[in-house]
């Protein structure tokens, strides 16, 4: 573990790094928005509106990413389809959880808590990528 975050402080992976941050910069945006477009505009509960606006966010993740940070991959767009949502899912349940903890134990407001699940979030996506879905195969 210790060599793959070195490896990511060098060359490509500190690239990448760099490059996933606005990746994750346009899907928290799209994520944010829808947000606060379903709990200010429908008055939509937290739970539901996290869940909506994650999935759509998870899809503009996926195609900004791979644009622009995982574009040399080789993995089959079914799999790494199916691969990115399903980590996604891992997220989400991240993201509720902290949401609820956020929310209704610590009170903090929605929006602020969204903000900072989010930013939580965002290290578990760039890393089970990078570990998992985006691995190089050692010939």
Not at 18 to 36: C, D, M, Q, R
Not at 48 to 76: C, Q
Request: with cysteine; net charge positive.
């Amino acid at each position: 573990m210790k060599n793959f975050f070195m490896k990511i402080l060098h060359n490509k992976g500190l690239g990448q790094l760099i490059s996933y941050f606005f990746v994750g910069l346009g899907a928290t945006i799209v994520e944010w928005v829808v947000f606060a477009l379903l709990t200010n505009t429908i008055a939509l509960h937290y739970a539901p509106a996290t869940a909506i606006a994650f999935i759509l966010s998870t899809f503009a993740n996926w195609a900004l990413g791979r644009l622009l940070t995982f574009k040399d991959t080789d993995v089959p767009l079914l799999k790494e389809l199916l691969s990115i949502y399903l980590a996604s899912v891992v997220g989400l349940l991240f993201n509720l959880a902290l949401m609820y903890l956020f929310v209704d134990r610590l009170a903090i407001p929605e929006m602020i808590s969204k903000m900072l699940a989010t930013c939580i979030v965002f290290f578990w996506n760039f890393f089970i990528r990078k570990l998992v879905i985006y691995r190089r195969k050692k010939n």
